[in-house]
T-cell receptor, first 114, second 115 residues
Framework: NAGVTQTPKFQVLKTGQSMTLQCAQD?????MSWYRQDPGMGLRLIHY???????DQGEVPNGYNVSRSTTEDFPLRLLSAAPSQTSVYFC?????????????FGPGTRLLVL | AQSVTQLDSHVSVSEGTPVLLRCNYS??????LFWYVQHPNKGLQLLLK??????LVKGINGFEAEFKKSETSFHLTKPSAHMSDAAEYFC?????????????FGTGTRLLVSP
């Protein structure tokens, strides 16, 4: 198993550009989520999905869009990048309805918006 | 709302001395609690998790944590620090009553280990 994979590892954008951060998992996990990590703030939930076709907002959803057309993939779209979206983004996955199950994290995508 | 407070942003220890990273939680329900570790430029790795079957939880790499309901605490400890323990540690809570894991992270504690 490759686990949770994220691409790209690093990206530089100009303000106003759009892009998609890719996340994929091969563990047949129903639950997938996106977090952003900023210094001194821990990780904050952006969006999550409990299964294909179902998504919902987390704590900081503004400026981001998600979709879940397959169980394996959960892309995060930045519609119009802003410097405030400079961050490290982590994707995570786990089985649904198993609150004690380990949640697996990807290696992260470091995004710089100029 | 569920939350965790990590009481120290940085903790410095010498190699071979004990480690204590403090975490207090706030939850209306019986929570699930976790400690994750993040080494520099790496993803997050689960250290241990509280399953409500035992108040003292043992994790990987010699770490353990004790759930104290009366103090609403879940402090992480290790008897003897190793240089490889230098990393950032996150205390995490997820409410038991949700059907899925909406993890709520603390702000993190950076552990520095000196020779």
């Amino acid at each position: 198993n490759a686990g949770v994979t994220q691409t790209p590892k690093f990206q530089v954008l100009k303000t106003g550009q759009s892009m998609t951060l890719q996340c994929a998992q091969d563990m047949n996990h129903e639950y997938m989520s996106w977090y952003r990590q900023d210094p001194g703030m821990g990780l904050r939930l952006i969006h999550y999905s409990v299964g294909a076709g179902i998504t919902d907002q987390g704590e900081v959803p503004n400026g981001y869009n998600v979709s879940r057309s397959t169980t394996e993939d959960f892309p995060l779209r930045l519609l119009s990048a802003a410097p405030s979206q400079t961050s490290v983004y982590f994707c995570a996955s786990s089985y649904r309805d198993r609150p004690l199950e380990t949640q697996y994290f990807g290696p992260g995508t470091r995004l710089l918006v100029l | 709302a569920q939350s965790v407070t990590q009481l120290d942003s940085h903790v410095s220890v010498s190699e071979g001395t004990p480690v204590l990273l403090r975490c207090n939680y706030s939850s209306s329900y019986s929570p699930s609690l976790f400690w994750y570790v993040q080494h520099p430029n790496k993803g997050l790795q689960l250290l241990l998790k509280y399953t409500s079957t035992a108040t003292l939880v043992k994790g990987i790499n010699g770490f353990e944590a004790e759930f104290k309901k009366s103090e609403t605490s879940f402090h992480l400890t290790k008897p003897s620090a190793h240089m490889s323990d230098a990393a950032e540690y996150f205390c995490v809570v997820t409410p038991w009553n949700t059907g899925f894991q909406k993890l709520v992270f603390g702000t993190g504690t950076r552990l520095l280990v000196s020779p």
